[in-house]
């Protein structure tokens, strides 16, 4: 059994896809040590290791300590990367820096949330505290599979990356995106197909919607016949029977910048914000949260665990579930990050996919100071690793034409 309190390590595999491999681990930002094989980490340790869930899936009874890469939702070698570590070039380094992270990220959500113990990830672990059976409603399994088809967590382009593109991933501040997306309604309570009267004049989508959307949230079928010129590998909604059905704000959206006629529409009885719900507001981090690592890791996993689809049990089985609130949720995170995606576009540069406060974009070595510039413009952080190399390089520049 793993304590209550256990501290958080980091295990850092030389060949990712090995449990049985040799490895840099660290626990609670103590010095690095190399170790050999699971059965060398201690049990009294909640492991975040280099491994995916397959890798661990043969490991799961026998080692209920072990975690996969993607515990905090991004991977151990991406937070290393955004705060300039690198796992690969310096895995006892990062270790002992990520171990040191994590271990406050565990103790802080312990806190804040009354968390006795974590489950197979930070979001998993925060959806069943946050969320009871009470908060999902009753809904038809033709109305379920509609929902489920309106959900998407990351849109992605049909952009081509070439041989010397590097792809990098720009993101807003972890806990000012959360905090963002906490403002946005959901729906809640039953839900219905409205027939009141659609209008078949495209020109009226846009008001029809934000009608319906001063008193419930929604999805829709639509069809539009192609979006504008900007907008091309962006936006596939309508393109095809498989992304018909949206949630209504895309729709509304969409008919703001293209001819949207509505097929079927149904809506929820009422909506909310999460800040109106006490369980699913975000803690108060403080003043320092738009600036802390810790703050930002634990407010993604916050408003994703309540944007994620789940597993359930249903007559024997494990099934995935979708609640209309993660469809809202997440057509509002793709929203704010299409407008930047196609700020991006505009710019010049080749938007590879967005969603989940993020965006990430194909660029060849000799663009990524001006990339950096263009994220800059918009709010958006680039890793640190990569401003500390466009750094020196223009140190080093600067030196060199002085001589």
């Known amino acids: 059994m793993i304590p209550v309190d256990a501290q958080a390590g980091i295990a850092i595999f030389d060949e990712p896809a090995s449990s049985h491999g040799s490895g840099f681990a660290s626990v609670a930002g103590k010095e690095a040590f190399r170790f050999k094989g699971v059965d060398a980490l201690s049990r009294d340790v909640i492991w975040v290791t280099t491994l995916d869930a397959i890798d ?14 993607n515990f905090f939702r991004s991977d151990v070698a991406t937070i290393a990367w955004d705060y300039g570590v690198d796992i690969t070039a310096k895995p006892g380094a990062a270790a002992t820096f990520l171990s040191a992270l994590l271990n406050r990220v565990l103790r802080i959500t312990r806190n804040a949330y009354g968390i006795e113990y974590f489950g197979d990830s930070l979001a998993d672990t925060l ?4 969320v009871t059976e009470n908060d999902e409603p009753r809904l038809t399994q033709g109305y379920r599979e509609l929902i489920r088809q309106a959900y998407v967590n990351v849109h992605q382009c049909p952009t081509r990356v070439r041989g010397d593109d590097e792809v990098i991933s720009l993101r807003w501040p972890r806990a000012g995106y959360a905090a963002l997306i906490l403002q946005y309604p959901v729906p809640i309570g039953g839900w219905h197909e409205f027939t009141g009267g659609a209008p078949s004049d495209p020109d009226q989508t846009y008001s029809f919607l934000c009608e319906i959307a001063k008193r419930a949230c929604g999805i829709v079928k639509v069809a539009i016949e192609r979006p504008p010129e900007g907008y091309i590998g962006l936006i596939d909604i309508g393109m095809s029977e498989a992304r018909s059905w949206v949630p209504l704000q895309e729709a509304a959206f969409l008919a703001r910048i293209a001819s949207v006629r509505l097929l079927r529409v149904l809506i929820s009885e009422s909506f909310v914000t999460p800040n109106q719900n006490t369980r699913w507001r975000l803690p108060d981090f403080g003043a320092v949260a738009q600036v802390s690592p810790t703050a930002g890791l634990i407010a993604e996993a916050h408003w994703t665990a309540l944007a994620t689809s789940t597993w359930v049990n249903s007559g024997g089985r494990r099934i995935q579930r979708t609640s209309p609130r993660a469809i809202s949720m997440r057509a509002w995170d793709r929203l704010v990050c299409l407008r930047g995606a196609y700020e991006l576009s505009t710019m010049g540069a080749r938007v590879v996919n967005y969603g989940g406060g993020g965006i990430s974009v194909a660029v060849s070595p000799e ?3 001006e990339l950096v510039k263009m994220a800059a413009k918009l709010h958006l952080v680039a890793p640190i690793s990569i401003t500390a190399q466009l750094s020196a390089t223009s140190q080093a520049q600067v030196s060199g034409a002085a001589k």
């Open 56 to 69: 661990l899936q043969p490991l799961a009874e026998s080692h209920p300590h072990l975690r996969r890469r």
């Open 127 to 130: 959806h069943a505290q946050m």
């Open 367 to 369: 663009r990524r100071i």
